[in-house]
């Protein structure tokens, strides 16, 4: 603000030899506070003010006194256009004015001056504030005692305060952090300091800078300047994420085996991975460079994908063969939100590795197969050597899972109908595993009675009971120890005894008895069963957790008429292991071996060897003929395996004949009979009483009188 505004102005003024009275008047008349006194050459030489008349006195006024004796000669005269605020520093209450060319033309009272500094002053406050308020970011300052004198709207937003509520209150009572008062104390400058603050609605972060308000030397407030930099924050994580993004995509893309093209509408590729130089032998860089057209007619391909995809409006795929390789090529197209296609991503497959490694996947397979089965050859023909006949496909499978077995020392349940070879597969297991070396003890469970059971399996200690041998017996878990023991027919075990068993498999300790201290053992349990355990359990006949310890693993031997394929290799293999023991060598006629193949063997493998022991025993001549099949056998005989011989059948005679023939006629039914259930010549022996050579000689007998 200049002087020329705030003075009054006047071209009134006074000659040093006019009369103070003169003065006198032109002051009261004009009310100005002074008359500048100019000489006769123009220059202010001093100025007169109501203080200089009262000063002087009524009598100076009188007597006539000049205005030169009464005028203040020290005097400071300020220019036309001089800033206001000149006059605040000079100690005078009243200036006269001089424009530039030195003439008097005004005069300005401190009073004027005072009132038009406020008013600028005012102005200004309000200009201040008005910035303030029209600054993002929010202001506060504090005085000395942390009360808060300014506080703008940008503040008011950010602290949801409103500014009547904060101003005049102290810090504390209006925002949380406190850091404005810190710097009170310290007096040092805060520049981008980051603090957050929980809100209910969310976590708010801010960046600030504190200063202090210094006067004189000394703190007499601080001011914050701060911003909500939440927003910011968000964006910046956005965009490191982003960036994160594009880096993973980068790689990703620079890290794919098939070649990747991106290109603009118009087939420009924008970006080419490293992949591209080795299917068309151009640089990623050079590619950049190029049309998906100068592809084509450099050709490298035959037709420009983008163009197919941008005619098509959708992905597209073609297959290309170009010199070396064999391509699959994809190419999706991108729209922009008004579905316009503005990107292409083109992939391109090389087949010519993948077909290769195809090849060489199935060659590999093919002789990995090739090895497996010559593997499963050699260990059937392993166990054939064991005197093992394994010939059908139901039956290989069993001992290629046996085999397996052999391995681990799994709990083995095998499954099938009496003599189909459970005790063989038993063994073979046993043969294969590690514990070969160790006992392999077999316990036909149904032919011990129930009262031995427990001693013959666990074993007795010296006079645990009338007729035990003196020294006790070690039970069959003793002597399989560090072996496998076989426990064949465990569907007769008796109900008491199957508790007793289950807790000698869980604990893998056995107490003799009259025993009392239990032994460990270390023995692989493999059971067997031609009955329906199922069926037992529901019977209430067999434990069902017994059940479920044995049958961990179930192995079910296929009845010999579900594998017909071995039947001609078992009458071989017995044949000859008859004719070695018995050492004798006959033919069978091939009529014989027709018989054999259709009977349904409900004997399975025990009576196929029986058979071919009777055969090869009874007949006469060097060639065995169909007819000399013995006794009751004749093809598709459906006797059970089960039925028992009963001792009470009664002879009945129905008429006279010659006792001679009578007694041959009882002894080829009870010969036939006996060698039909029981099913060999030695165990048809020992049913009737009497040697295996008495029965083989009857039998020449009774064939010889044409009875059989
Ligand atoms: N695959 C085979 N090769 C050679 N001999 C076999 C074969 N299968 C079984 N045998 C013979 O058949 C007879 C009966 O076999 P094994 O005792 O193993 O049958 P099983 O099913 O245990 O009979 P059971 O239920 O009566 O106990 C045995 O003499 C055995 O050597």
Redesign the pocket.
């Known amino acids: 603000m200049r002087v020329r505004e705030v003075m009054t102005k006047c071209d009134i003024i006074i000659r040093p030899l006019a009369s103070a009275l003169e003065a006198w008047r032109i002051l009261s008349s004009t009310g100005l506070p002074g008359v500048p006194v100019v000489n006769d050459q123009g220059k202010v030489v001093g100025i007169v003010t109501g203080e200089e008349i009262v000063n002087a006195g009524p009598e100076m006024l009188s007597e006539g006194t000049q205005v030169q004796a009464i005028m203040q000669e020290d005097i400071y005269v300020l220019r036309e256009d001089s800033p206001v605020t000149d006059s605040w520093t000079m100690p005078a209450n009243v200036f006269p004015v001089i424009n530039s060319r030195g003439r008097t033309t005004g005069i300005m009272g401190r009073t004027e001056a005072a009132q038009a500094l406020f008013k600028m002053a005012s102005s200004m406050f309000q200009q201040i504030e008005t910035i303030m308020d029209s600054a993002h970011n929010g202001i506060i300052a504090i005085n000395e005692d942390g009360v808060v004198t300014m506080f703008n709207q940008a503040a008011e937003k950010i602290t949801r305060r409103d500014k009547s509520e904060a101003l005049g209150r102290h810090l504390s009572e209006v925002i949380i952090p406190q850091g404005l008062l810190d710097i009170l104390k310290d007096g040092q400058y805060q520049s981008h300091y980051k603090f957050s603050v929980e809100y209910s609605s969310g976590t708010h972060t801010y960046l600030t800078n504190r200063s202090p308000i210094i006067e004189m030397g000394k703190v007499v407030g601080a001011i914050g300047v701060f911003q909500d930099i939440s927003e910011i924050e968000f964006i910046s994580e956005e965009l490191s994420s982003v960036k994160q993004l594009n880096k993973e995509l980068e790689t990703i893309i620079e890290s794919s085996y098939d070649g990747i093209l991106i290109t603009d509408r118009d087939g420009k590729i924008i970006r080419a991975n490293r992949a591209n130089e080795r299917i068309t032998g151009i640089s990623p860089s050079a590619l950049q460079e190029m049309n998906t057209q100068d592809l084509v007619n450099s050709g490298i391909y035959t037709k420009s994908i983008t163009k197919a995809i941008v005619e098509k409006n959708e992905a597209v795929t073609v297959s290309e063969q170009n010199t070396a390789h064999n391509l699959l090529i994809t190419g999706n197209p991108v729209h922009n939100q008004q579905g316009e296609i503005v990107r292409v991503v083109i992939n391109i497959r090389d087949m010519t590795d993948l077909n290769q490694l195809k090849n060489q996947l199935e060659q590999s397979m093919a002789l990995s197969k090739r090895y497996h089965d010559e593997l499963a050859q050699l260990r059937r023909k392993f166990i054939e050597q064991e005197?093992?006949?394994?010939k059908s496909t139901s039956?290989k499978e069993v001992m290629e899972i046996s085999l397996r077995l052999a391995q681990v020392d799994s709990t083995v349940l095998l499954l099938?109908?009496?003599?189909?070879?459970?005790?063989?597969?038993a063994k073979t297991i046993h043969k294969h595993s590690k514990r070969s070396s160790g006992p392999f003890i077999t316990v036909?469970c149904g032919a011990i009675p129930e009262n031995l059971l427990e001693s013959e399996l666990f074993g007795y200690n010296k006079g645990a009971f009338t007729g035990a041998n003196r020294e006790g017996k070690p039970g069959m878990f003793e002597l399989a120890d560090n072996g496998t023991l076989f426990l064949?027919?465990v569907g007769d075990l008796p109900l008491p005894f199957q508790v007793k068993l289950l807790r000698v498999i869980q604990e893998k300790e056995i107490t003799r008895v009259g025993g009392v201290r239990p032994r460990s053992v270390n023995v692989r349990i493999i059971t067997?069963t031609?009955k329906q355990l199922e069926e037992l359990m529901q019977q209430g006949k067999f434990r069902e957790d017994l059940y479920f310890r044995l049958n961990v693993v179930p192995i079910k031997?296929p009845p010999l008429r579900e594998r017909k394929d071995?039947i001609i290799p078992?009458v071989y293999?017995f044949k000859k292991h008859f004719e070695k023991a018995y050492g004798i060598s006959k033919e069978f006629s091939p009529g014989v071996y027709k018989d054999l193949l259709n009977h349904s063997w409900p004997g399975?493998?025990?009576e196929v060897?029986n058979v071919v022991e009777r055969l090869l025993v009874t007949s006469p001549g060097e060639i065995v003929q169909s007819v000399e099949i013995p006794f009751d056998f004749t093809p598709q005989s459906q006797v059970k395996p089960t039925e028992a011989a009963d001792d009470t059948r009664e002879i009945t005679v129905n008429g006279i004949m010659p006792l001679k023939k009578a007694q041959l006629e009882l002894e080829r039914q009870l010969i036939g009979t006996a060698l039909k259930e029981l099913g060999s010549t030695h165990k048809a022996a020992k049913a009737l009483g009497v040697d295996q050579s008495t029965i083989v000689r009857k039998m020449n007998r009774i064939r010889g009188a044409g009875l059989n």
Do not use: F, H, Q, T
Request: avoid cysteine; charged fraction near 30%.
């Open positions: 005197n093992v006949v394994i039956m099938g109908e009496s003599g189909v070879g459970k005790e063989v597969v036909n064949d027919e067997a031609n031997i071995d078992l293999y399975n493998v025990r060897k």
